[in-house]
């Protein structure tokens, strides 16, 4: 596992935002739109997180997996890749890269108990096959960075350990976009607790000039944060699975539709 963010796979392919918010033309001739293809990965990030729930993994997993499956979709499609198979795939891949391996069969277990719909079910030689894809796509480079660990540091820091909870809260929701491919660990973790220090009324414009960084970014990200609550209608802190209130089945299904090959 490399040690330095800033000599890691990780850092290095780190992207812009006008290069993930790019429907694939192989999806765009199918009709899919910008909108939808968000929709599905805001949809499948929560499926993640539920199967996660299931088979008892660490947090870190999760986010792992979550990474692997956004990363995936800046350089796939959702038409060659199914993202009903990719999502229990990259939780297997990632709970292997985070030395916490869940077996195939109970994930394949799980979703049969979870998901009466037939499209997201799947046996065990699919998820090993579409695993060897997924390595491809990902160019073998399996090690991720998350905030967590920076955030805790950063906290203690500050002298500011009280807001941990909401703070982690805030971190967690950061994995519903695409925020990990696109900036540096430390940052959003820097975001998350301004954030936090704001609803809670804490005075951090001292110790923030301390740690000279880039104010501008670090309050970009928090508005793109608080700006994807406000859009999608997500309650903070609720759990993934709770939180949604602006994104209906019918438009999941719909958008999932549109990746059916026609008979």
């Not at 997924?134 to 805790?152: C, G, I, M, Q, S």
């Amino acid at each position: 596992m490399a040690a330095n963010f800033w000599t890691s796979s990780h850092y290095k392919q780190l992207v812009e935002q006008d290069k993930i918010d790019v429907v694939h033309p192989i999806d765009k001739e199918r009709g899919l739109t910008l909108e939808e293809f968000k929709l599905i990965k805001i949809h499948m990030t929560n499926h993640i997180w539920r199967l996660a729930q299931h088979v008892k993994v660490r947090q870190r997993v999760i986010a792992t997996a979550v990474t692997y499956f956004r990363r995936v979709y800046t350089r796939k499609s959702l038409t060659e890749y199914d993202p009903r198979l990719v999502t229990p795939t990259c939780l297997y891949l990632a709970s292997k890269a985070e030395e916490s391996t869940v077996q195939a069969r109970l994930l394949v277990f799980y979703i049969k108990k979870m998901c009466s719909d037939e499209k997201y079910r799947c046996e065990i030689k699919d998820i090993l096959e579409m695993e060897m894809k997924l390595l491809e796509a990902l160019d073998y480079y399996l090690v991720v960075f998350h905030p967590y660990r920076p955030l805790l540091q950063l906290l203690q820091d500050a002298g500011m350990t009280d807001l941990t909870h909401i703070s982690w809260g805030l971190v967690n929701d950061t994995y519903k976009m695409d925020l990990i491919l696109i900036h540096p660990p430390y940052m959003i973790a820097l975001a998350c607790i301004y954030i936090a220090s704001v609803l809670k009324d804490k005075e951090t414009t001292a110790w923030f000039e301390e740690l000279r960084v880039d104010m501008n970014v670090v309050k970009n990200i928090a508005i793109e944060i608080l700006d994807f609550y406000d859009f999608y209608r997500v309650e903070a802190f609720k759990g993934m699975a709770e939180s949604f209130k602006g994104i209906s089945d019918e438009k999941i299904n719909a958008a999932l539709h549109k990746l059916t090959p026609k008979p």
